[in-house]
């Protein structure tokens, strides 16, 4: 059986369970709504269907559509990681998830957003073999750093090991809120990306 069959029999599953995780830990409605939708079909054209080994590149203002794709990952039991500041996202009640929240806020745990190689050898540790790592952030990690060079290389190794992993690397960015030469960088990194337009 390929791997995308075995992804699409178990999607309607993981979107099933999804609508009752979200609505047993109070997830915002909207969210809920969305995830009904793409249950009953309505989405079905616009569902993203993701393939091992690829990278996935979501222009948003905000994290909404990237945290509706993982959310359906993670209730399939995909190895996950995910790398976020949304610490109310619901996502770190899986077991198969491994979330790093990025933030200031030292009481909260997580990752300060310029310890880069404390991320990156976080990812390494946890990456699993055809796992999928989420990062949403990475327009607060470039205003936090000194170094756009040090972000663009953080980058390029978190993909590089998760395609070395036959994984799916998943980010959601803001270009509005990063310069026109770190995108260009970007973009050049993931030159194979899928581009997901949103907003």
Known sequence: ??????????????????ILAAKAHGVNEEF????????????????VKLVYGETYLIYEKR????????????????PTIVMSRDAKSGLTSFGNVKFALITYDESLGGFNPTQLSQMQEYVISNLKDRGVLYLDCLDYIFSTSTSIQNVIRFLTVLKDKVLDKNGIFILSLNKDAIGKAELSMIEKEFKNTIKIKTD
Do not use: C, H, P
Request: no cysteine; hydrophobic share 30%.
């Open 1 to 18: 059986m390929s791997d995308n069959k075995v992804y699409k029999e178990g999607y309607k599953d993981g979107i099933k369970f999804a």
């Open 32 to 47: 809920i709504k969305r995830l009904e939708r793409e249950y009953s079909g309505e989405d079905g054209e616009t569902a």
């Open 63 to 78: 994290n909404l559509k990237g945290m509706e794709i993982i959310s359906g990952v993670v209730t399939q039991g995909f």
